[in-house]
């Protein structure tokens, strides 16, 4: 109802009065009943406008009794006059409380009827929002107001004189009809919701209030009874009550006006036990006081959005809680309290806690490879603050020896499945080099989506200090083994080193004779002095004797001038005789003068010169073998054999090939320029199963050929030479890791294409590699244009064949 009166002219004196009983609107009949005009009794109270009025204090406890919402109809009082020794007169006043969209609540409607004509009663009750409508004792319809016609369906000539249960169903005029209980009780009923029905038959929800109607001498007979549609109201209640996040409202005062279900079990009150209750007695919040939100919010008429802050459940114990606060305004634009809600961020807070207390770094990326977390392992490890890793390039942060075409997230979203315990090297926020050893595996959400990735990674500085030290246990030198047998000679090398006796060092070709042999020079006395090394099998006889012992000007036709042999060359040093079975005899009888007495002779000279050399030999021949067949002479084999070193093959120590492995891509790493930090666990596995007869020196030549074709991160199988490369299929998902940088679309693509192909196109068993639903592969296959090489090679037949 329109609180604006002044234009409705009716013989009632018409008032709408606030809940200070102060005059809003009045008619132009009030001006009359109380000679005011209309502007002068805005603002004034009742007793203001009838000073002599001895009935005032009735008015009063007549408005507080419809205080609760139920109105009170045709009550007659007397009126005494507004001037002096104007006469007092009965009027009949009817009060009804105002609740319409329009009207605050609190309203009251006030009508004071000195002409007691029903045609006017029926008007003013037609002015009202509300329906209204009055009975009897007997429970018959007396009147019956258009607000009442428009919300049942029913006419006023259609109800009038019918029973309220003629129209009303049994759940408000049954066995406990709500007007029947205040006729008999003489009280109002409380507000009761129910489902009506109207005319036509559709429901909805209903409010209505019941109280008894009194005539002058205070006896009633009969009742009224005022009720509206209350599904706006109700829907509010229900879609508050279906918010998941906790919803309270206050009023200026700060005190509890509404509290949602959410509320309720975030915090562990009920709703009846916090209504009208300041809102810091119950949250105790960690901004309540001066820094109140909401107080700011009603203050500054502006809405602050997504404050962390901790409140107090009913326990005591504290909620982690994100919140929102804004004014609450009227239809008027008044800022009239305000509302707040409130998230529990509990589950959020713990994992965050949990990846916080976890020694290794986790991060996770978008579609995008933009970073959307990072703890504080991640932190400590890299350097990086959170802050300033969030948003950026995951290649940005890391620098990694595998950013861009091995990326272990790319890999493992395209494979589909986790890749675990690789060791790489990063760069921290100052640029120097971490080793890590990290493992990945995609996000998916709940229908098998790939929404971006995670990869953990432990600071292997640590670690690798601790293995470089277990490395020096299996080296000695340059010579890297953890085998029995060398471990039994790397025991004694250091002392046969030391001894100036000739060593005889007998093994497989590639089995590392020369390095052993340089192992022995580096601990010996004479590391100062020359280490020559002298390949016997590679020098013609004519050639080797000049070679070792010099030869002077003239022995033979091309000798102008002399010069100084090996022997010569290695004085004080180490002389380095490899492959000593291929010497021919004329040469293993000097050499064997040498072993006894010291000295030689330079071709073309009767002079000995005396030798200062150690000397150490090497064959992959048998010597004792030689020596029966009268091709090496007895006398040298026992002068060379003093200390004998027998280098087992690579195929017997098999144990040292990841040691090696890594010596040789360290070694090619310097060499090249190429960020290559280790060989794949299934390249790996196929170096491990052959048998090398070629031994280390084989080895070496497969890691340097697999550096041509490998441009960084790890060695794959399809890396190595024929015949250790694989199957087409690993070629081609190694290729996948090894192109540049692809999108996560790409990366998805290529993944359901190969677990297709592998598996035939039997959807449920790709299905089941993969790790997602049937109707999510369906819509990846349609998504991507994706078709069975089979289905398309039988239609193309089909085709050929429709065409004869």
């Not at 969209?101 to 009750?125: F, M, R, Y």
């Not at 005062?253 to 810091?280: D, M, Q, Y």
């Not at 409130?342 to 959020?348: I, L, Y």
Request: proline letters at 4%; glycine letters at 6%.
């Amino acid at each position: 109802m329109s609180q604006s009166l002044e234009n409705l002219h009716s013989p009632l004196a018409v008032f709408i009065l606030d809940k200070q009983r102060r005059v809003i609107s009045a008619n132009k009949d009030a001006e009359q009943l109380t000679s005011k005009k209309i502007a002068e009794m805005q603002g004034k109270n009742l007793d203001e406008l009838f000073p002599q009025h001895k009935e005032t204090s009735s008015l009063d406890n007549l408005i507080q009794q419809t205080e609760n919402g139920h109105p009170i109809s045709k009550h007659s009082i007397l009126l005494a006059g507004t001037e002096l020794g104007a006469p007092a007169q009965t009027v009949l006043t009817s009060i009804i409380p105002l609740h319409g969209a329009t009207n605050k609540p609190g309203n009251t409607l006030l009508t004071l009827d000195i002409t007691n004509q029903s045609v006017h009663h029926q008007l003013l009750l037609n002015s009202v929002e509300e329906g209204v409508l009055t009975v009897n004792k007997q429970l018959e319809i007396t009147t019956f107001n258009s607000s009442a016609e428009k919300l049942t369906g029913w006419s006023r000539e259609e109800v009038i004189g019918k029973k309220c249960n003629q129209v009303f169903p049994p759940e408000i005029c049954g066995n406990s009809c709500l007007i029947q209980r205040s006729i008999t009780e003489e009280r109002p009923i409380a507000v009761h919701t129910v489902s009506m029905p109207r005319k036509d038959g559709k429901s909805f929800p209903l409010s209505l209030k019941s109280s008894p109607l009194f005539d002058q001498n205070g006896l009633v007979i009969g009742g009224v009874q005022t009720f509206h549609d209350c599904t706006d109201e109700l829907y509010s209640d229900l879609i508050l009550s279906s918010v998941a996040d906790g919803v309270f409202t206050i009023d200026k005062n700060r005190l509890i006006t509404s509290f949602n279900a959410a509320a309720e079990g975030i915090t562990g009150w009920t709703r009846e036990e916090v209504i009208g209750k300041p809102c810091h007695t119950i949250f105790h919040s960690s901004v309540c006081g001066s820094a109140c939100l909401l107080q700011k919010a009603i203050d500054l008429n502006n809405s602050f959005i997504d404050r962390s802050i901790f409140i107090k459940g009913k326990a005591g114990n504290s909620i982690p809680v994100t919140i929102s606060s804004s004014p609450l305004l009227d239809d008027f634009g008044n800022i009239i309290g305000g509302i707040e809600t409130f998230r529990d961020n509990t589950s959020s807070i713990r994992e965050s806690l949990i990846l916080d207390s976890v020694a290794d770094g986790v991060f996770t990326v978008d579609r995008n490879w933009k970073i959307t977390s990072f703890n504080n392992a991640a932190e400590e490890i890299t350097g990086w603050d959170k802050e300033d890793a969030m948003g950026k390039s995951c290649s940005d942060i890391f620098h990694s020896s595998i950013c861009g075409k091995n990326c272990a997230i790319a890999e493992s979203l395209y494979t589909g499945k986790a890749a675990s315990n690789r060791s790489i090297t990063i760069l921290n926020k100052a640029g120097e080099k971490i080793p890590i050893s990290i493992s990945a595996a995609p996000l998916t959400d709940h229908e098998g989506n790939i929404i971006g990735g995670v990869e953990t990674f432990r600071d292997l500085t640590t670690i690798t200090a601790l293995r470089n030290q277990l490395k020096q246990k299996y080296t000695f030198d340059e010579i890297i083994s953890k085998s029995k047998a060398m471990q039994r000679l790397f025991n004694i090398m250091p002392d046969i080193a030391r001894s100036p006796s000739t060593v005889l060092i007998l093994g497989e070709s590639g089995t590392g004779k020369e390095l052993i042999a340089r192992a022995l020079f580096n601990a010996s006395s004479r590391r100062e002095k020359p280490f020559i090394v002298v390949n016997c099998g590679a020098l013609p006889e004519t050639l080797l004797e000049s070679e070792l012992f010099g030869y002077k000007a003239g022995a033979f036709t091309d000798a102008r001038k002399d010069k100084a042999g090996r022997f010569a060359a290695a004085e004080g040093g180490t002389l380095f005789l490899d492959e000593i079975g291929d010497i021919p005899t004329s040469v293993q009888v000097k050499l064997l003068r040498v072993l006894q007495e010291k000295i030689y002779e330079p071709l073309g000279s009767n002079t000995p010169v005396k030798a200062d050399v150690r000397i150490i030999t090497a064959t992959n021949r048998d010597l004792q073998s030689l020596v029966r067949e009268g091709l090496f002479r007895d006398d040298l084999f026992y002068r060379l054999n003093v200390v004998k070193i027998n280098l087992p093959p690579l195929r017997d120590r098999k144990e040292d090939i990841p040691l090696l492995i890594d010596h040789f891509i360290r070694k090619y790493s310097a060499e090249q320029g190429k960020d290559i930090v280790g060989m794949s666990s299934g390249a790996l596995s196929i170096l491990m199963r052959y048998d090398y007869p070629g031994n280390i020196r084989e080895l070496e030549n497969i890691v340097e050929y697999s550096f041509i074709l490998c441009e960084g991160g790890y060695i794959q199988s399809h890396h190595l030479p024929e015949p250790f490369s694989t199957a087409p299929e690993a070629q081609t998902t190694g290729t996948a890791s090894n192109s540049n940088a692809q999108s996560l679309e790409e990366i998805e693509k290529q993944a359901i294409i190969i677990a297709l192909d592998r598996n035939k196109w039997r959807k449920m068993r790709t299905c089941d590699e993969l790790k997602i639903s049937k109707d999510t592969l369906r819509r990846k296959i349609k998504k991507y244009g994706l078709t069975n090489p089979v289905d398309d090679k039988l239609k193309k037949q089909k085709k050929t064949l429709d065409t004869f």
